[in-house]
């Protein structure tokens, strides 16, 4: 079984630029999660998929930070524009059903964004 | 709010044992336990509920107590394979909000 996939795995971008981070779960997973994970601390969750509909996303900077899930499969993270606190790991994962307690979350490998 | 994760760091030789802590102000439904290399993604290692038995992964095992909020992590002699940050992952009981804990990051000497 195919794991998450996450591209680009490394992106070095200048302040106040764009970014795009593109994520396709594992196969069947109706849920899709998007984290940031700064240097030293824990993945801190951005918004939350159930399929196509956003079920959390209380932690999303909505003012530079926009994600969608079309289809209900892949997801894009967008990034506009970028600030220099923007710098961190971000993790996409999945499950297979919505946040009952018992579902395992897979991730991907990660995209590292460093802006200048 | 996060939960707590203690200790924050340990250092162990092989062979040794460790005792990881998560502790939340509110009420759990859930406790996933997950281990992360540096400039690897989280592995999962396994999932306490609330009622729920102590779980067990190897020689790594964890239990949930409810009248405390907090889970242990219980790691019996260690192996260098080990070495990582462990992060628990909660969830809240009445939401589905999911947070990470502060993780501890762990280190196994030969």
């Known amino acids: 079984e195919a794991g998450v996939a996450q591209s680009p795995r490394y992106k070095i971008i200048e302040k106040r630029q764009s970014v795009a981070f593109w994520c396709n779960p594992i196969s069947g997973h109706a849920t899709l999660y998007w984290y940031q994970q700064i240097l030293g601390q824990g993945p801190k969750l951005l918004i939350q998929f159930q399929n196509n509909g956003v079920v959390d996303d209380s932690q999303l900077p909505k003012d530079r930070f926009s994600a969608e899930r079309l289809k209900g499969v892949d997801s894009t993270l967008k990034i506009q524009p970028a600030k220099l606190e923007d710098s961190a790991v971000y993790l996409c994962?999945?499950?297979?059903?919505?946040?009952?307690?018992?579902?395992?979350?897979?991730f991907g490998p990660g995209t590292r964004l460093t802006v200048l | 709010q996060q939960p707590v994760q203690s200790p924050q760091a340990v250092i162990l030789r092989e062979g040794e044992d460790a005792v990881i802590n998560c502790s939340s102000s509110?009420?759990?439904?859930?406790v996933h336990w997950y281990r992360q290399k540096h400039g690897e993604a989280p592995v999962f290692l396994m999932i306490l509920l609330k009622g729920g038995e102590q779980m067990r992964h190897e020689k790594i095992s964890a239990s949930f107590n409810e009248k405390k909020q907090q889970s242990s992590l219980y790691l019996t002699a260690s192996q260098l394979s080990y070495s990582g940050t462990y992060f628990c992952g909660t969830e809240y009981a009445g939401t589905y909000k999911y947070i990470f804990g502060t993780g501890t990051r762990l280190k196994v000497l030969a």
């Open positions: 994962a999945s499950s297979s059903t919505r946040g009952q307690g018992t579902d395992t979350q897979y």
């Open positions: 509110k009420a759990l439904y859930s």
